[in-house]
């Protein structure tokens, strides 16, 4: 089965500093989405994007479905202590009028050093 | 409005064992799915459920069967557990198939 390629696979920031994170396919996705998922729980959604060239924001993240519906990117600005956790990209294609499940990355692990 | 829940929270089994992990939604959703996490890799859909009444397959089907008891119950039977079923469950629900998918807290498996 397919699965989208994540980058980078970890991250050591200091608090304050900007993040970037990014997913790639081989092939189209129709919706690109951003989760978060903390220790012991499941994941929690950002950001969704549903169509190419979207760029959204939710607070201080910002994330972009990629113009060739293959990529997207998701931004954190100014790093908090609660940032961390583990960052996941999705992507979900639709066929006759619905869809199936999601496809995710590997995930992002974000550590923030004080 | 508890969202979805899980349950049990955690498990253990002997290989050949069999159980049955439950998910209950209270948000009126339409669809609702199972995906298993393992070490290092994001979730793979199990199988999902579009509608009450209907069931189709995900990525990673084998082993495992679903019941859609009624439009907030959506369960995954282990007929005989093996070792390669330890991992983490995630139940999820969406308005429609095309909606954001909201989860619950999972549960962990672990078969020895």
């Known amino acids: 089965g397919q699965q989208l390629n994540q980058s980078p696979q970890s991250m050591f920031i200091q608090e304050g500093e900007d993040v970037s994170m990014n997913c790639t396919s081989s092939s189209i996705f129709n919706t690109w989405l951003w989760y978060k998922q903390d220790p012991g729980e499941g994941p929690v959604l950002l950001i969704a994007?549903?169509?190419?060239?979207e760029l959204t924001s939710n607070g201080r993240l910002t994330a972009q479905f990629g113009i060739t519906r293959k990529d997207s990117f998701l931004n954190i600005s100014a790093s908090i202590p609660s940032d961390v956790g583990i960052y996941f990209c999705?992507?979900?294609?639709?066929?006759?009028?619905?869809?199936?499940?999601?496809?995710f990355g590997k995930g992002t692990h974000l550590i923030i050093q004080p | 409005n508890a969202g979805v829940t899980q349950t049990p929270k955690f498990q253990v089994l002997k290989t050949g064992q069999s159980m049955t992990l439950q998910c209950a939604q209270d948000?009126?959703?339409?669809?609702m799915y199972w995906y298993r996490q393992d070490p290092g890799m994001g979730l793979r859909l199990i199988y999902y459920?579009?509608?009450?009444?209907?069931?189709d397959k995900g990525e990673v089907p084998n082993g495992y069967n679903v019941s859609r008891l009624n439009k907030r119950e959506f369960s995954l039977r282990l007929e005989s557990a093996a070792p390669s079923q330890t991992s983490v469950y995630f139940c999820a629900s969406s308005w429609g198939t095309t909606d954001t998918q909201y989860f619950g807290p999972g549960t962990r498996l672990t078969v020895l």
């Open positions: 994007l549903y169509k190419a060239g």
């Open positions: 948000m009126n959703h339409n669809s």
């Open positions: 999705a992507g979900q294609r639709y066929s006759g009028g619905g869809a199936d499940g999601l496809t």
């Open positions: 459920s579009a509608s009450e009444g209907t069931t």
